[in-house]
């Protein structure tokens, strides 16, 4: 069809991860068991295309098929291997405002805009649900919050991104004269997926990524701030990944930018005491609290 427009492409033949990688010493068709659209941008670029993929986007593949290893076949009378590991950018950027009741209710607004991967995956999620209201169902399970409003844009159409407005509320815990609040109100990671004392394999993950988000609290009258969780800047010992958690009081409210950023995809069994180690610290600050106690 692209060629019909003169739009000039090609197949990337490759073999889907799982399969495992294409070999180059000993070429073998029975290897190829899926292909992807290559489309020349420029003479010397190209832009990536699942056509099979109803939730992604140009150069947003679905991560089994973001292999090290594709052929281009055709391409100028020659073959050619490209890397489609890392192309596409998948983000999240988010902003929070909620005001603390009192009582310990949090009631507020959340404005995401997500990118990329992220992107597909909140197609993915509103197409396995019933309706919009399931949607909103599961996403007040997921958060434990409630939703009063909700607003998307882009959700079920062709395009890079998908931004969502949640206007929710949610029960911070409250103890005599103590109100116990995540300064995140969403938080980034919970558990700690690398759990094992020791690592035989590889770790593999599916694809770079970046998450940024801003929260800002405004404290209720009568209360003070009794325990805050320390600003943070932590890294893996290659610097492939990094997080950042800068949390300041500003007048009456307390300001929390949290940054994340991941750009290596292999990690191999000798460096997973440093992976295993980043991940707890990051899951450890992801869970600190803020503590604001009765005047």
Not at 19 to 47: C, E, R, W, Y
Not at 64 to 85: C, F, H, N, P, T
Not at 113 to 134: E, I, M, N, P, W
Request: charged share 25%; net charge negative.
């Amino acid at each position: 069809m692209l060629r019909d427009a003169e739009v000039a492409c090609y197949p990337a033949v490759m073999s889907r991860k799982r399969m495992g990688l294409l070999p180059i010493t000993h070429p073998s068709i029975q290897k190829l068991n899926t292909f992807v659209i290559a489309i020349a941008d420029t003479d010397t670029t190209f832009t990536y295309l699942d056509g099979s993929s109803t939730t992604g986007y140009l150069d947003i593949l679905p991560p089994q098929l973001m292999v090290e290893r594709a052929r281009l076949i055709g391409y100028k009378e020659a073959d050619k291997w490209v890397d489609l590991s890392q192309i596409g950018r998948s983000q999240i950027k988010g902003m929070v405002n909620v005001a603390v009741g009192p009582d310990g209710t949090l009631t507020g607004t959340r404005i995401a805009k997500y990118l990329g991967q992220y992107a597909s995956g909140v197609r993915r999620a509103f197409q396995a649900a019933k309706d919009s209201t399931a949607y909103i169902r599961e996403l007040e399970s997921s958060e434990n919050i409630k939703v009063t409003a909700f607003h998307t844009e882009n959700i079920e159409t062709f395009s890079l991104e998908v931004f969502e407005e949640v206007k929710f509320e949610k029960q911070a815990t409250v103890n005599d004269n103590f109100i116990y609040i995540n300064p995140l109100v969403f938080m980034h990671v919970s558990k700690n997926k690398f759990l094992e004392a020791e690592r035989k394999l590889p770790i593999e993950l599916p694809y770079a990524e970046e998450y940024g988000l801003t929260t800002m609290l405004t404290l209720p009258e009568g209360y003070t701030i009794d325990e805050m969780p320390k600003p943070m800047s932590i890294s893996t010992e290659d610097k492939s990944a990094i997080c950042t958690y800068n949390i300041q009081v500003v007048g009456e409210k307390v300001m929390l930018r949290y940054t994340f950023r991941s750009n290596k995809l292999l990690f191999l069994s000798t460096e997973y005491p440093f992976v295993k180690a980043f991940w707890e610290s990051l899951v450890e600050k992801n869970n600190e609290m803020l503590v604001l106690k009765k005047i």
